[in-house]
């Protein structure tokens, strides 16, 4: 595994997924550097880079195939941190970076030409289309009542089951990735992963979705 996988996944699974959405209490050495931003120091992109700039380039790497692309798309997100804090006082400052990190990658995928998109984060989207609702998948997806329901979705599953939900469909990793790392067969990891989309248009559809 290259290392700077290794780093990310570390990073993510260290502590649960169900963290990164909802956490009682704020991380010190966020707070320091939320502060530093609040402070207009430069120092707080040097923080943050050294802090999540592994893991951010991994976000973009799973939805960006050009390197270049992937490196645009990271500074884009620390001038989006440094011009949204102030006024935002984020409570998780690795999930909002994440975040902008994702956005910033998806504006990219879409402006590129079909030939340069990234196969893998296509595949995520098909493998979620069928189970979401409406037709614009990737709208649907940033709706802040889908995002609400997702999050008590994955609220309600065991920290394995979310680690891989996450690591599938919001990281992009591949199944191959995935079954590598858990010493999974690829077919184990895709029925499980089944299952869960199966969870999650149930959870859907309880909620009045039409799926």
Known sequence: MKRKDADRIR????????????????????????????SRSEQALTELAA????????VAAHILSAAEDQEECVNDAYLGTWNSIPPQRPDYLKAYVCRIT??????RWRYNSADRRCREFETTLEELEEFLPGADLEQEWTARELGRELNQFLSELSQEDRSLFLRRYWFSDSVKEI?????????????????????????????????
């Open 11 to 38: 990073q993510y699974e260290s502590s649960s997924s169900k963290r990164m959405f909802r956490q009682k209490g704020i991380d010190m050495e966020d707070k320091k550097i939320i502060d530093l931003f609040f």
């Open 51 to 58: 802090r999540y700039g592994s893991l951010l380039h991994s």
């Open 102 to 107: 994702r956005n910033c990658a998806l504006k």
């Open 179 to 211: 079954a590598s790392e858990r010493k999974m067969t690829e077919n184990a990891v895709s029925v499980r992963l089944l299952r869960l989309r199966g969870k999650l248009k149930k959870h859907l559809e309880k909620q009045g979705f039409q799926v």
